[in-house]
Nanobody, 115 residues
Framework: QVQLVESGGGLVQPGGSLRLSCAASASIFSMNAMGWYRQAPGKERELVATISGGDNTNYADSVKGRFTISRDSAKNTVYLQMNILKPEDTAVYYC?????????WGQGTQVTVSS
């Protein structure tokens, strides 16, 4: 069983930045992959960014060049640095871990981009 706890969400103005953190209860070095997903009201959950293997990263087209996913294995934590935030980035952001074909989710953290 893997527990994931997100933090760092909040209210930010358009153009601003936030950094989300996801603390895992197990070694993230052992994970097949970790990632961030988001779900806006009335929409399906969508992939934002993933990191796997030797720091291989993948991003949704809508966030490329603005968001950066990274990890600190010593702290068992994955980060999502979000820059140049837009109102359309408003959503609940969820951390995900894939371990031996089983998927784990955090409880989510709200990000609201508004003036």
């Amino acid at each position: 069983q893997v527990q994931l706890v997100e933090s760092g969400g909040g209210l930010v103005q358009p153009g601003g930045s936030l950094r989300l953190s996801c603390a895992a209860s197990a070694s993230i070095f052992s994970m097949n992959a970790m990632g961030w997903y988001r779900q806006a009201p009335g929409k399906e959950r969508e992939l934002v960014a993933t990191i796997s293997g030797g720091d291989n990263t993948n991003y949704a087209d809508s966030v490329k060049g603005r968001f950066t996913i990274s990890r600190d294995s010593a702290k068992n934590t994955v980060y999502l640095q979000m820059n140049i935030l837009k109102p359309e980035d408003t959503a609940v952001y969820y951390c995900n871990a894939l371990l031996r074909l089983r998927s784990y989710w955090g409880q989510g953290t709200q990000v609201t981009v508004s003036s």
